[in-house]
């Protein structure tokens, strides 16, 4: 009985390398899809997915789907299966041999309306360059804390490789939580914090114009004192590179 695999990236060579090595292993049936031109064939009957570039894994925040995802070349370090190593994923998702880590899809509401969804962070960035502001952060435990910056990025452990890395954050293992960063704060030592989820943040000062990011994406503004809520809406399977056998 044949395994059927969703090949999900933008057109180009690299999908189309991944298409070729997946068509070539016998008893794999290879599907297409691009999810960020809205393509989500993503059905009850495929097995896995294999996501292809960074563009691709990010567009899956908003494609229901139940399988196993293979990233492919998605630049997420420990996360990525590089695309000379598909073949050897291939083999391991028909013989089994893998594990897989359950990653957060963040849902994001502001002033307790639906704003999207996230796979790597969401961010609170002053749309003027070098202009401060301050931005409060809490808990649903009461804690809270302010800090005087650019901005303020919420990362999952997938996103804690990316923009949240830039801005001096910690690396965060699959399954501990998301981490919260100052962007460029005004200050010498500037906290960051990993919170169990939902987390809330808002901007406290009504003096620059602030931008909400999901995944990179701009979304929309934020005025001032207004609350946003970001929770895990649903998680998808990773598929740990580690555990393939070979890269």
Known sequence: ???TAVVVSEPGSTGDAV???LAGTEGILTERADPTAGDCRITDDADSVFAVGETALLALADCPLDCPVFPIDVGADRYDVPVGNVDVA????LRGTYETVSHPILDVAVDGEAAGTAIADVTLLTSEPARI????????????DTVRSDGVVIATPLGSAGY???AGGSLLAPETGLITVPISPYAMHADSWVLRPPVSFSVERDEAAVSLLLDDESVRSVPAYTPIDVSIGREISLVRPQTLGDG
Do not use: C, Q, T
Request: hydrophobic content about 45%.
């Open 1 to 3: 009985m044949s395994e």
């Open 19 to 21: 298409v070729e090595a």
């Open 90 to 93: 291939a083999e391991a998702f």
């Open 133 to 144: 502001s301050e931005y409060a952060v809490g808990s649903p435990d009461g804690w809270l």
């Open 164 to 166: 949240a890395r830039d």
